[in-house]
């Protein structure tokens, strides 16, 4: 790994982000005290583990599992349907839960629908859209093989690259 | 110099600089939307001496809050590629390698916890959920101070390296393309599948506020055409406690302040005076909005009835006791446009009790929770 560089932009910013940080620091024990800042802090470093050490590593798992798991042809639309479906159930799993629904029972016009359901819809949109895009690499490198290859590959036939 | 290494787990070969530089411009501009689109919504809501939010053009609010919250939820696919093609670095050994380096590293602390902080809590608001002890506006106010303040020293330190990412070339433009249509993902199809994510994202939500895609809101947790009347409400007349007062004979509309005859009017004498109809957007905060056909008084008349300056502030009053947003401020654009109603009807109905019967706010380019519900005193100042 190259040794990183500061020029001047780092010594420029530097002053400036730190000042803004310290404005919202500030800002923030005013308006919520310093047992509110304390609180907020630990909400920061919450998300922070929950990213680090939760999600991310559970991401890598899946990804990986899913490259093992699958042969070469069908592995992208596969995980960008993956990628997809998993930031679509962030959104919305409040709702599936019916988390802030419970703390206003008597609104119904708060997450109105039936969220499994229209979970289930969504999700079947993507992966429709994932199982087209399949079938037009398909489509796309059937005709490839086909054709002579103006490209000389490496290793020969380019399943053999595996 | 020591040199820097990371585990040798990590074997993508999207994990690169130039994959890191895309996906950190794109947060970049969404980010700095957010964030002044933000500080806008704050303002408005609580005005410095030197800050008036005009009441002109009327759907401004409407537009800015819409954005605000559909680019925070297409954010999030963005950060958790970022972050993951960062990741690598967070177990680099040794952990730094200078002064400056370690200034660097300390910052991404901020940045990395305030924007998984800023885009969840902002998620959960939508949801009006607060799984947490705080204040929400104002701890997500504040964080997002501290989140750009680490962003701009993080664009500090990696100007250089993204512009040279960047404008370099595509590196594996020039790599021998032995697998073409058999290959897993390359960066092109990465940046294809995070886009694709953010855009599904926007499609099934963004109906909340985006009308003609209402019916493919699947995942909001709001809908433009869902709630009494017809249009959501954020909060009701029981939890706001004023369900016995409305419904009062003792009910009285007062103007009061620095007038120089005060006013008190029953719903029925207010029904009486000259009656005007606008359609105006309720824009809440969370994101949602609902354009109706309101009828009412306009409050520039009972101003003028009351005999008050024609630059005249004034402050509306709900029957509500208790909690935020018991009152709301008109300044002299709002006070004095045409279309700022006490309005008693919506769509030709009297008002629904949850929508603020016997008589509400509504007026143009206003915050949703500045449309106050349940008026019962204007206090001119």
Redesign the interface.
């Known amino acids: 790994?190259s040794?990183?560089?500061?020029?001047s932009?780092?010594?420029?910013?530097?002053p400036?982000?730190?000042?803004?940080?310290?404005?919202?620091?500030i800002?923030?024990i005013g308006?919520?005290g310093v047992g509110?800042g304390v609180?907020?802090g630990g909400?920061?470093?919450g998300?922070?583990v929950?990213?680090?050490f939760v999600?991310?590593p559970l991401?890598?798992l899946v990804g990986a599992a899913v490259?093992r798991a699958l042969p070469?042809?069908c592995?992208?639309p596969t995980?960008?349907a993956l990628?997809?479906s998993g930031?679509?159930l962030?959104?919305?799993f409040?709702?599936l839960r019916g988390?802030?629904?419970d703390?206003?029972p008597?609104?119904?016009?708060?997450?109105?629908?039936d969220?499994t359901t229209?979970?289930l819809?969504?999700l079947a949109l993507?992966w429709a859209?994932a199982g087209v895009w399949l079938l037009a690499?398909l489509a796309?490198?059937g005709r490839?093989r086909r054709r002579p290859r103006t490209?000389a590959?490496?290793?020969g036939h380019?399943?053999s690259?595996r | 110099m020591i040199e820097q290494t990371t585990p040798r787990i990590f074997t993508g070969s999207l994990r690169d600089e130039r994959t890191a530089a895309l996906l950190g411009v794109a947060l970049g501009v969404t980010f700095g939307v957010c964030f002044v689109t933000g500080v806008l919504s704050h303002l408005i809501q609580d005005p410095p001496s030197w800050f008036q939010w005009p009441s002109r053009p009327a759907g401004l609010y409407r537009v800015t809050q819409g954005v605000h919250v559909a680019t925070g939820l297409a954010s999030i696919p963005l950060l958790l590629a970022k972050l993951w093609v960062v990741y690598p670095k967070l177990f680099a050994w040794p952990p730094f390698r200078s002064v400056a380096h370690l200034v660097e590293r300390l910052a991404i602390f901020p940045l990395v916890a305030g924007g998984v902080f800023e885009l969840f809590t902002g998620l959960a608001d939508t949801h009006i959920w607060y799984p947490w002890p705080f204040n929400f506006r104002a701890a997500h106010y504040w964080v997002a101070w501290i989140t750009i303040g680490a962003l701009v020293v993080h664009i500090g330190a990696k100007w250089a390296a993204t512009r040279a990412a960047l404008f370099a070339g595509d590196a594996s433009a020039t790599a021998p393309p032995p697998t073409e249509h058999t290959s897993a993902f390359d960066r092109r199809t990465f940046m294809t599948a995070v886009f694709a994510a953010a855009g599904a994202v926007t499609l099934f939500t963004v109906g909340q506020t985006v009308a003609p895609l209402r019916k493919l809101a699947f995942l909001a947790p709001r809908r433009p055409d869902s709630g009494p009347q017809g249009f959501p409400v954020n909060r009701t007349a029981a939890t706001a406690g004023v369900v016995d007062a409305a419904h009062s004979p003792d009910y009285r509309l007062r103007v009061e302040g620095k007038v120089h005859r005060k006013l008190a009017f029953t719903r029925e004498e207010l029904l009486a005076m000259p009656q005007h109809e606008a359609t105006l957007s309720i824009s809440c905060v969370e994101g949602w909005s609902t354009t109706q056909r309101w009828r009412g008084v306009r409050v520039r008349d009972l101003l003028t009835h009351a005999g008050s300056a024609s630059d005249a502030e004034v402050r509306v009053d709900s029957l509500q006791r208790r909690r935020a947003y018991r009152s709301s401020d008109l300044n002299r654009w709002h006070a004095h446009d045409p279309d700022t109603l006490l309005a008693l009807q919506v769509n030709g109905e009297p008002l629904d009790l949850d929508h603020g019967y016997p008589v509400r706010l509504i007026g143009p380019n206003r915050p949703g929770v500045m449309q106050t519900k349940w008026v019962t005193r204007l206090v001119v100042r």
């Open positions: 790994m040794p990183p560089r500061y020029g932009s780092f010594w420029i910013a530097l400036i982000g730190a000042a803004v940080m310290v404005f919202g620091a800002g923030l308006d919520l509110g609180e907020v909400w920061l470093v998300a922070d929950a990213h680090d999600l991310a991401a890598c490259a070469r042809w592995r992208a995980q960008a990628v997809t930031v679509l962030i959104v919305v409040p709702a988390f802030g629904r703390q206003v008597d609104n119904p016009s708060v997450q109105p629908l969220y229209a979970t819809t969504a993507v859209a690499r796309t490198a490839g490209r590959t490496p290793g380019p399943m690259q």
